[in-house]
């Protein structure tokens, strides 16, 4: 059985990511650190969020 990643948590995961290179660019530490907090929560409630999605039975 495969087990495919929640699209809109996928997503959400990628927004942060892109938010995390930009923060990165300005230096804000905070901003970095809450960041990374909320990408770190939604891995840990999204299947399949830290590999290609697929998941052995």
């Known amino acids: 059985m ?3 990643p929640d699209p ?3 997503i959400a995961m990628q927004y942060l990511m892109w938010a995390l290179e930009y923060i ?3 230096g804000n ?7 990374r907090l909320a990408l770190e929560e939604l891995r840990k409630c999204t299947p399949g969020s ?3 999605g697929e998941h052995a039975p």
């Open 8 to 10: 809109p948590g996928v």
């Open 29 to 35: 530490l905070e901003a970095a650190h809450h960041a």
């Open 24 to 26: 990165g660019k300005t």
């Open 50 to 52: 830290t590999d290609t």
């Open 2 to 4: 495969t087990i495919r």
